[in-house]
Every structure is written in structure tokens, then in C-alpha cells.
């Protein structure tokens, strides 16, 4: 048991990464401890935290495989599940890293929604394979074995992966509190009803995506540019208000400041995670489809830090 739990953090972090899952990654860490518990206590593994890695890492590669399709099915774009606070595991557990800062994603970055994003481009083994050697500095012998891969072909599929990474991922600030007093403009822009300073901190390529799964109401494509951005969230906020007060919220999500919001009736509530470059926001990531946030405590959205009623 101690062995298991000393590794239990890392081994959750292995396994949303891989899966973008709250609930994957739960159920693979418990699979993990159950086949652990099959060992027979004498002799055990020569080291625990190889083998465990190995076991959470096949199983969220089996996973992965089994929810492609699910997920290119799925209505509307298809986000990871949010994390907030550290709800469901702890996002940021330690890991290692290579020397050479080209060669190396931190852990803030792998956890963030827009790398995530990008991470369900890849194939399940392109995946699996960029997350246990770049993220955790599992060797290639290792991934390969969890894989079902040669250490040969692993190598390859991790620096397939590692080269779209670079291409695709979106050039973010490393400073938080510029991040998080971007995301500050953003909200008091937005609960202003402030047209020209939501314009200002938005870039002018910005993107929007919001993952209702077609269980609330939702646009189904991405809303693209300045303009349509800020006239589409401000018309969320028109139309919730109408509704009753709107609860907004700053919190921690996947590692960086985001916006939680519930309306007044409880009829609709999401996660909001933003990507923000030289002082302006250039991708939001709405998750507002509610079997994606069973696992956030919505409820406790405190009213009076951020509020707008139907007046504004």
C-alpha cells in the first residue's frame, strides 16, 4: 500500500495526459493498484515504479484506442475534461526532464487545455509514446513495453510526435500573473459589457471552442477572429443574465487561471481555460457539457465575486 501510494500522484498524472479524462484517469490508477495487489508479495517487482508506470501507462493506451471513435463521433469539438484546483488527482506531479530546453515540454504546458488539445491529433502510440519519454523521461525500453512497440519504434514515434507539438501548439506566455491579469481584462470586460476593452485583449486571431457534446446549447464550430469572439461572449453573458444573475469565478484550470461560471438557475454551468500570448488571449476552451464536470464543484461559485444581472 505504501509503495502504491508514494507513486499514486505521478502514476494520475501519467494517466489524464494520456487519456484527457478525469474519469479515465481514475479508473486506470484503480486497475493499476488492483493488478499490483495480484502480485504475489514474494519476490516483488525489481522496481515498483517501472512496473507501475508500465502497467498505467498500457491501459490508457488501450483506452485511448477505444475512445477514438467515441470521440470522432462526439457532437461539436471534443475538449479534454477540465481540472481545476487539482480536483480528480494532482495535475503538476514531479517528473524529470532532458537538458536541452527544446527537447522538453514542462509540466504546466502538458497539462495545459490548448497542448492537450493538440496531443488528441496524434495517434494513440504518437501520444502515449511524446508523454511517458518527454514529459516523464520514461526510457525507450520502457515506452516500448507499453506500447507494444520496439524501443526503435518508439523512438521514432516519440520525435513524430515532438516535431507537431512544435508545429501545432500555440505560442503561450511562461509569466502567470501576466496570464492571469489577462484573463482579469477578459472578465471585467466581459461583466462590463465593454465591447472596445474586450476587443483590446483579445488577439486578432483568436479562437474560440466551446465542448457542449450536445447536451446543452452550444456552438458546434470554432468561433474565429476579434470580432465574432467578443460579440459571442458577450452575447453568453446577455443571455444568461436574462436568466438571472450570472456566478463567475477566477480559479486554477489545468495549471493556469481560468473562469468557472454557473447561471442562477443551475441550468448551465462550464469551465473556461484560456491561452495567452504577449498580453492577449489567443484561444478560450469552454467546457459546458456536464458530464465533463461532475468532478468540479460548480456549486460553491461564490456569487459576490463576480456577478452580472440583467440590467447590464
Given at each position: ?64 484506442g477505444s475512445a477514438r471513435a467515441r470521440r470522432e463521433r462526439y457532437v461539436g469539438p ?235
Amino acid at each position: 500500500m505504501a509503495t502504491f501510494e508514494a507513486e499514486r500522484g505521478r502514476l494520475w498524472g501519467i494517466a489524464y495526459r494520456i487519456t484527457g479524462t478525469v474519469s479515465d484517469a481514475d479508473d486506470a490508477v484503480q486497475e493499476t493498484w488492483l493488478r499490483w495487489q495480484a502480485l504475489p508479495g514474494d519476490p516483488p517487482v525489481d522496481s515498483p515504479r517501472g512496473f507501475l508506470t508500465t502497467v498505467v501507462s498500457r491501459i490508457c493506451y488501450d483506452l485511448l484506442g477505444s475512445a477514438r471513435a467515441r470521440r470522432e463521433r462526439y457532437v461539436g469539438p471534443w475538449l479534454p475534461e477540465p481540472l481545476v484546483d487539482g480536483a480528480g488527482g494532482d495535475p503538476l506531479p514531479g517528473s524529470a526532464y532532458g537538458d536541452a530546453p527544446e527537447d522538453r515540454v514542462t509540466l504546466d504546458e502538458s497539462v495545459g487545455m490548448a497542448l492537450l488539445t493538440v496531443l488528441e491529433r496524434l495517434t494513440p502510440a504518437e501520444r502515449t509514446a511524446f508523454i511517458l519519454h518527454d514529459v516523464f523521461a520514461v526510457p525507450f525500453p520502457d515506452v516500448a513495453e507499453a506500447v507494444g512497440r520496439t524501443p526503435d519504434a518508439v523512438r521514432q514515434l516519440a520525435s513524430r510526435a515532438r516535431r507537431r507539438v512544435r508545429a501545432e501548439a500555440p505560442r503561450r506566455t511562461v509569466d502567470r500573473t501576466e496570464h492571469r491579469r489577462t484573463v482579469e481584462a477578459f472578465l471585467s470586460a466581459v461583466m462590463g459589457g465593454d465591447l472596445d476593452a474586450l476587443l483590446a485583449v483579445l488577439d486578432p486571431e483568436v479562437v474560440w471552442r466551446s465542448d457542449g457534446g450536445g447536451r446543452v446549447s452550444a456552438t458546434r464550430r470554432p468561433v474565429l477572429g476579434r470580432e465574432k469572439v467578443a460579440r459571442y461572449a458577450l452575447g453568453l453573458v446577455a443571455r444568461g443574465a436574462e436568466r438571472g444573475p450570472v456566478r463567475v469565478a477566477l480559479q486554477q484550470v489545468n495549471g493556469a487561471t481560468g473562469l468557472l461560471f454557473a447561471d442562477a438557475g443551475g441550468r448551465q454551468s462550464g469551465v473556461f481555460a484560456f491561452t495567452v500570448h504577449d498580453g492577449r488571449i489567443t484561444e478560450v476552451d469552454a467546457v459546458l457539457n456536464p458530464e465533463k464536470l461532475g468532478h468540479v464543484a460548480l456549486g460553491l461559485v461564490d456569487p459576490g465575486r463576480a456577478t452580472v444581472s440583467g440590467q447590464k
